[in-house]
């Protein structure tokens, strides 16, 4: 009796749920006829096209379509290595096929196998998806992705203030546990492999499966978006970007993001450093070799390529770049770093590091110093130069009071990412978490009033590091020597609070390495030499500023005001804070001030704000314990030529 009754509800569960997916996908087809309908397409297609003649850049815009015959398989014939002859567009393949498909079939990884990979290409054999025709929108204005998205991308809407507001789909954050690197002789020996590096390998062949997925996808679109940008203000170190992608919203993301070319710098745009294949809304095939699931971000050094399939998350494109940079600049002796980055009108600048959420966007832009960047930048024997082009700022409770600047920037031309907004007034919550707690707002830097163009700047004077301490356990700010700075650099610690909805969660310690190792191609002790010898050089002071908790951990305490954070950056800043008393604090060693300019003294010695002094002490061990246990797997390490420097950082560390 039980049984048949369960299976009856088990039946009209999967009848229900079976109509119900019906519904959708007949949903789904009203819309798709609507909205893709071809001829409407088209018209809109020529029109951009005809309008396009009338005027100088969009005539070049013509030109660079003509040039690439406007079809998605002329553009990939560019990076194919194609044996035979270039084929012009709906050309078919003559050459008999040399490969029998069982070559082609993915072969079990090994190791010997790694270059011999490389030698040989499939041929690419007569089907009628060669046929198709894409019409490749190159370089789009603002306005014009605004139109596509809008159009054709569910979820795209233009809030109140003027910016397009969409959504990310499924993943609402990057998803490093998917990311992949190709392992052959180009990178086995130099990158960082193993234990805690982000660099999960693969070999050329699975990229390559994973490759031609992504571009069969790219190609079966009526459409596909390619933005040519640059990354890097300094200009003898400028890299060439392409990205290929589906989404308007992926191509204006990319438009703030990167550097935008002038007229003239696109006309003479030649081939790029690197190109990306972002085919994010179609799925791996999760019986791939090395795949873990139906995201893979696949990242191969030698063919200067990276493949997205699987998440729409368009932070991807910008921190899989960014990965690149971390590969490429120090191969010239130029630091990479995750920090922000800015200048006062005297010309100190100052970086900020500091993993998610910690202040690095909140805290380099600040209305009385120019702005350089907001999240990466290379530091060369020149100075400092911001990779991006733009800025990425988290939007979680923005308020114009607090940040007035970043309010201010998301206007026409920004983009929102799932962010919550009404119907009707397009007026934006940025209260409501309902889609995720990062939400996102991309917008070109010169969106801030005192952006510094171009974004370079001459050595810093001040290295901060941020942590969000929800421990509540740091203080507010301390000052670093030399070996201090390079212990928290190389631990690169923060505690955020995880989730907020299920009552009070105990905070979690994240140690990411030189406050980014996501992004780290080499292992972090290389960019600590780094850094360390150009701080040295240059006579820079690291600052260590909790932007976290105070009184107490995540539930009894509260975090930091931000105007408090405000004044002691300030103070670092104007160089006031170099002026005042220290103490030393006995389990970390740091040198806490004994006052900042209007900031409450008391708040400066944690200890000071718990009114709970056990559990104080408690909680500062735990954290002590966690610090040292993280370091372990640095001990091994020597850190540049220096081996006094070495022993001075391995003794940096809390004492318990
Ligand atoms: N005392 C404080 N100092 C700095 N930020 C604070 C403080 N109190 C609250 N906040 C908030 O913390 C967040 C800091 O986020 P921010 O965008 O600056 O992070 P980020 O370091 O740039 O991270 P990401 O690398 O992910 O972009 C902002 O939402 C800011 O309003
Ligand atoms: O990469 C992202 O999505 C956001 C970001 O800046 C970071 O996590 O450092
Ligand atoms: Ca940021
Ligand atoms: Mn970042």
Not at 227 to 247: G, T
Not at 315 to 323: D, H, N, R
């Amino acid at each position: 009796m039980e049984l048949s009754s369960r299976v009856i509800q088990d039946t009209m569960q999967f009848t229900f749920s079976t109509y119900f997916i019906h519904f959708i996908f007949y949903l789904n087809l009203i819309f798709d006829h609507n909205f893709a309908c071809m001829s409407h397409y088209k018209s809109l297609i020529n029109r951009t096209f005809n309008l396009s003649n009338k005027k100088n850049g969009n005539k070049r815009r013509l030109n660079a379509l003509s040039n690439q015959k406007l079809s998605f398989a002329a553009l990939c014939a560019l990076h194919f290595k194609i044996p035979t002859k270039k084929m012009a567009f709906g050309e078919t393949e003559t050459q008999p096929q040399t490969q029998t498909p069982e070559v082609v079939q993915a072969k079990k990884y090994d190791q010997n196998d790694v270059d011999k990979v490389s030698h040989f290409t499939p041929t690419i054999c007569v089907s009628d998806s060669a046929l198709k025709f894409t019409n490749v929108l190159y370089n789009l204005t603002p306005a014009e992705l605004y139109e596509h998205a809008v159009k054709y991308e569910k979820g795209s809407f233009i809030t109140s203030t003027g910016a397009l507001a969409t959504r990310s789909g499924a993943k609402t954050g990057r998803s490093p546990r998917d990311k992949r690197v190709v392992k052959d002789a180009t990178t086995q020996d130099d990158l960082w492999w193993g234990k805690g590096s982000p660099n999960i390998e693969m070999d050329e062949h699975t990229f390559m499966i994973n490759r031609e997925r992504a571009v069969d996808y790219l190609n079966c679109l009526d459409k596909i978006f390619v933005n040519d940008q640059f990354l890097n203000w300094d200009s003898e170190n400028k890299i060439k970007v392409r990205i290929v992608s589906a989404r308007a919203y992926h191509s204006l993301f990319m438009h703030n993001m990167c550097i935008r070319p002038t007229e003239e710098e696109l006309e003479n745009f030649g081939t790029p450093d690197f190109t990306i294949y972002n085919a994010g809304k179609f799925p791996c095939n999760r019986y791939t070799h090395y795949m873990t699931s139906s995201t893979s971000v696949d990242l191969h050094i030698a063919r200067k390529e990276m493949v997205i399939l699987g998440t729409m998350y368009a932070g991807e494109m910008k921190k899989g770049l960014f990965s690149v940079m971390h590969y490429l600049m120090p191969k010239r002796q130029i630091l990479s770093l995750h920090s922000g980055c800015n200048m006062g009108k005297s010309g100190d600048v100052a970086l900020f590091f500091g993993l998610s959420g910690t202040g690095k966007t909140t805290l380099s832009t600040d209305h009385n110093r120019y702005l350089i960047g907001d999240d990466e930048h290379c530091w060369s024997d020149k100075g400092v130069s911001n990779i991006e082009g733009g800025c990425y700022a988290k939007c979680i409770d923005l308020s114009r009071e607090k940040e007035p600047d970043i309010w201010n920037a998301i206007k026409f031309g920004a983009v929102l990412e799932n962010v919550v907004f009404d119907d009707y007034t397009r007026l934006v919550n940025y209260a409501d978490k309902s889609v995720t707690e990062n939400t996102r707002a991309a917008y070109p830097i010169e969106f801030i009033p005192n952006a510094l163009i171009p974004c370079v700047g001459p050595h810093p004077k001040n290295v901060i590091l941020l942590a969000c301490d929800a421990f509540g356990v740091l203080p507010p700010v301390s000052k670093l020597n030399l070996a201090q700075t390079m212990y928290h650099f190389i631990s690169g610690y923060t505690a955020l609070v995880a989730g907020t909805e299920d009552g009070i969660k105990e905070p979690t310690a994240t140690f990411s390495a030189c406050f980014g190792a996501a992004f780290l191609m080499l292992h972090p002790t290389k960019y600590a030499a780094m850094l360390a010898e150009k701080m040295q050089t240059h006579g820079a002071t690291g600052w260590l500023v909790n932007t976290g908790w105070s009184g107490g951990s995540y539930g009894s305490g509260s975090r930091i005001k931000l105007a408090y954070t405000r004044k002691i950056i300030d103070a670092i800043h104007s160089g006031s804070l170099l002026k005042t008393e220290y103490k030393k604090t006995k389990v970390f060693g740091l040198e806490i001030p004994s006052e900042v300019e209007e900031v409450p003294s008391e708040i400066l010695d944690p200890v000071n704000t718990w009114s709970d002094k056990n559990a104080y002490n408690e909680t500062l061990m735990k954290l002590a314990g966690l610090f040292k246990n993280n370091f372990e797997t640095f001990t091994n390490y020597q850190i540049g030529e220096d081996n006094k420097l070495t022993e001075e950082i391995l003794a940096a560390g809390p004492h318990c």
